[in-house]
């Protein structure tokens, strides 16, 4: 008896809390804020309208009960259900402050931005946000903790919107690369975001190319390098850099070891500040890539990268395309080239080099570490691509040819049809099983980027846009077909002539 009477009173202990929870909630519906209630619903039909759409990732972490209200309709509370603990949990999407802020500034939510909020990456680029649409992005992702990698670039959020960019990486020490290319973000901009990259260390990839920034700008940028020692790539290409900003940019690397990518290409860059770029690279042990490409260095700024290029051993990567290299300086180049063994890549296209510059480059190149040379645009004779196929063989080295042909002997220049039916048919041998390799569901047919994979696994030299013009000329289904032909074994296709 003492056993059922005390099941009898916990039965009915639980009971009356059950009323009385029910009886609060009934309060709490009474007395909420009709404001509140109104957001509350606005949230509840944006989530609906995002499942629809078959989307999940846009909806908040918080676990919402759906409470009936009196007029039939329902709406979202943070009351939990009486059988789990009550708790209150971060939103680390930053979809509700996100919804809150449109809706004080009056402006419509991007639905490509709240899809994006639990992703790595967040990708807004071309969306034409503007700086309104910016700022309350930025405030939104001040509480995000999934993204990683933010890309704003070509949405003109102007100096304001740059502004709040930085506020917003005052407080969230999860992005770690960022993009704002092509945003004229202007001067301000730019000074605010270096002073939070000064004080708060946690972005290490960093573009701010196309954006018009001149000298001023470099020499904050040069400013913030001395102490930033997270930072590993600045991308500031296409801006108005010229040698003031080359020097200043190339002082604060000569103390900083951290930064191992770098790229100036397309500015203003001349003698004086590349010879200062060339300097620091000489002493600096922390650039793996450099990009100087489309920009001038003359005599005086190839001197300096050629001694570089000496006592450098930390580099991989060099690109100093279309940089006015004068061919005076080809053999000692070459000379270097020749003692360093880490450089691995070295680009010297669309130089003004005639074909005795080139010879004197490989001259001296008498030993070499590395794996491609780029010589495009750069006109050769017949005479010297063979020498060239030669050194290719004998060193092991991937040289990249611009034209074949050139001024100074008449000859044509081979189109890039020949040299690719030329290619085929002497290397049918490797491309066959190549072919059969790619064909793994035995359909006999090959995409064109499989078509293209097996060209340059074979060792085709042709560029990219001349594969492409294969490709509208209808050049490539007919040598599929000879591929097909060659990779098909002997059996069958006897077989098929005989039939």
């Given at each position: 008896?003492?056993?059922?009477?005390?099941?009898?009173?916990?039965?009915?202990?639980?009971?009356?809390?059950?009323?009385?929870?029910?009886?609060?909630?009934?309060?709490?519906?009474?007395?909420?804020?009709?404001?509140?209630?109104?957001?509350?619903?606005?949230?509840?039909?944006?989530?609906?309208?995002?499942?629809?759409?078959?989307?999940?990732?846009?909806?908040?972490?918080?676990?919402?009960?759906?409470?009936?209200?009196?007029?039939?309709?329902?709406?979202?509370?943070?009351l939990e259900d009486s059988s789990s603990p009550t708790r209150v949990e971060y939103d680390s999407s930053g979809i509700e402050n996100y919804l809150k802020i449109c809706g004080e500034m009056n402006m419509r939510p991007v639905s490509h931005f709240m899809r994006q909020t639990k992703n790595p990456s967040l990708s807004l680029r071309y969306q034409s946000l503007g700086c309104k649409k910016t700022v309350a992005i930025t405030q939104a992702l001040t509480s995000n903790t999934f993204v990683e990698c933010l890309d704003l670039s070509d949405n003109d959020i102007g100096c304001d919107g740059m502004v709040s960019i930085a506020h917003m990486l005052t407080e969230n020490y999860f992005i770690t690369e960022l993009n704002l290319e092509d945003n004229k973000i202007g001067l301000r901009g730019v000074t605010n975001l270096c002073h939070v990259l000064s004080e708060h260390s946690y972005v290490k990839h960093l573009n701010?190319?196309?954006?018009?920034?001149?000298?001023?700008?470099?020499?904050?940028?040069?400013?913030?390098?001395?102490?930033?020692?997270?930072?590993?790539?600045?991308?500031?290409?296409?801006?108005?850099?010229?040698?003031?900003?080359?020097?200043?940019?190339?002082?604060?690397?000569?103390?900083?070891?951290?930064?191992?990518?770098?790229?100036?290409?397309?500015?203003?860059?001349?003698?004086?500040?590349?010879?200062?770029?060339?300097?620091?690279?000489?002493?600096?042990?922390?650039?793996?890539?450099?990009?100087?490409?489309?920009?001038?260095?003359?005599?005086?700024?190839?001197?300096?990268?050629?001694?570089?290029?000496?006592?450098?051993?930390?580099?991989?990567?060099?690109?100093?395309?279309?940089?006015?290299?004068?061919?005076?300086?080809?053999?000692?180049?070459?000379?270097?080239?020749?003692?360093?063994?880490?450089?691995?890549?070295?680009?010297?296209?669309?130089?003004?080099?005639?074909?005795?510059?080139?010879?004197?480059?490989?001259?001296?190149?008498?030993?070499?570490?590395?794996?491609?040379?780029?010589?495009?645009?750069?006109?050769?004779?017949?005479?010297?691509?063979?020498?060239?196929?030669?050194?290719?063989?004998?060193?092991?080295?991937?040289?990249?040819?611009?034209?074949?042909?050139?001024?100074?002997?008449?000859?044509?220049?081979?189109?890039?049809?020949?040299?690719?039916?030329?290619?085929?048919?002497?290397?049918?041998?490797?491309?066959?099983?190549?072919?059969?390799?790619?064909?793994?569901?035995?359909?006999?047919?090959?995409?064109?980027?499989?078509?293209?994979?097996?060209?340059?696994?074979?060792?085709?030299?042709?560029?990219?846009?001349?594969?492409?013009?294969?490709?509208?000329?209808?050049?490539?289904?007919?040598?599929?077909?000879?591929?097909?032909?060659?990779?098909?074994?002997?059996?069958?296709?006897?077989?098929?002539?005989?039939?």
């Amino acid at each position: 008896m003492p056993d059922s009477t005390a099941e009898s009173f916990l039965t009915e202990l639980k009971e009356d809390e059950g009323e009385q929870i029910e009886a609060d909630a009934g309060q709490f519906i009474q007395t909420a804020n009709p404001e509140e209630m109104q957001i509350e619903r606005n949230l509840s039909v944006l989530y609906e309208d995002l499942e629809r759409e078959g989307n999940d990732t846009a909806f908040p972490t918080n676990n919402h009960r759906r409470i009936p209200s009196e007029t039939g309709s329902e709406y979202d509370t943070d009351l939990e259900d009486s059988s789990s603990p009550t708790r209150v949990e971060y939103d680390s999407s930053g979809i509700e402050n996100y919804l809150k802020i449109c809706g004080e500034m009056n402006m419509r939510p991007v639905s490509h931005f709240m899809r994006q909020t639990k992703n790595p990456s967040l990708s807004l680029r071309y969306q034409s946000l503007g700086c309104k649409k910016t700022v309350a992005i930025t405030q939104a992702l001040t509480s995000n903790t999934f993204v990683e990698c933010l890309d704003l670039s070509d949405n003109d959020i102007g100096c304001d919107g740059m502004v709040s960019i930085a506020h917003m990486l005052t407080e969230n020490y999860f992005i770690t690369e960022l993009n704002l290319e092509d945003n004229k973000i202007g001067l301000r901009g730019v000074t605010n975001l270096c002073h939070v990259l000064s004080e708060h260390s946690y972005v290490k990839h960093l573009n701010l190319s196309g954006n018009g920034l001149k000298d001023p700008v470099a020499e904050i940028l040069g400013e913030m390098l001395k102490v930033n020692y997270t930072l590993t790539s600045l991308i500031v290409k296409q801006n108005q850099f010229s040698c003031v900003g080359g020097k200043a940019i190339a002082g604060a690397l000569l103390s900083n070891d951290s930064l191992t990518e770098l790229d100036v290409s397309w500015n203003l860059i001349r003698s004086r500040g590349s010879e200062a770029l060339g300097k620091m690279l000489a002493t600096n042990s922390g650039l793996i890539s450099f990009n100087m490409s489309f920009n001038g260095l003359d005599k005086l700024g190839a001197g300096a990268f050629v001694k570089a290029i000496k006592t450098n051993t930390v580099l991989v990567n060099l690109d100093l395309i279309n940089t006015r290299i004068p061919g005076s300086e080809c053999k000692e180049l070459g000379k270097a080239l020749a003692t360093n063994t880490t450089l691995k890549i070295i680009k010297l296209g669309n130089n003004p080099l005639k074909e005795e510059d080139i010879e004197l480059l490989f001259h001296g190149l008498t030993t070499t570490s590395l794996y491609i040379i780029g010589l495009e645009d750069i006109p050769v004779s017949k005479g010297l691509y063979e020498r060239l196929q030669e050194f290719e063989k004998e060193r092991g080295v991937v040289i990249h040819y611009g034209k074949s042909g050139g001024n100074q002997r008449a000859r044509p220049m081979t189109s890039s049809t020949l040299r690719l039916d030329e290619f085929i048919t002497t290397n049918l041998s490797k491309l066959a099983p190549l072919v059969l390799a790619k064909d793994k569901d035995k359909t006999g047919q090959l995409t064109i980027s499989e078509f293209k994979e097996c060209l340059q696994e074979a060792g085709l030299r042709l560029r990219q846009n001349e594969l492409n013009r294969e490709i509208l000329m209808g050049k490539i289904p007919s040598v599929l077909e000879r591929m097909r032909n060659t990779a098909r074994p002997r059996s069958q296709r006897e077989k098929r002539d005989s039939e």
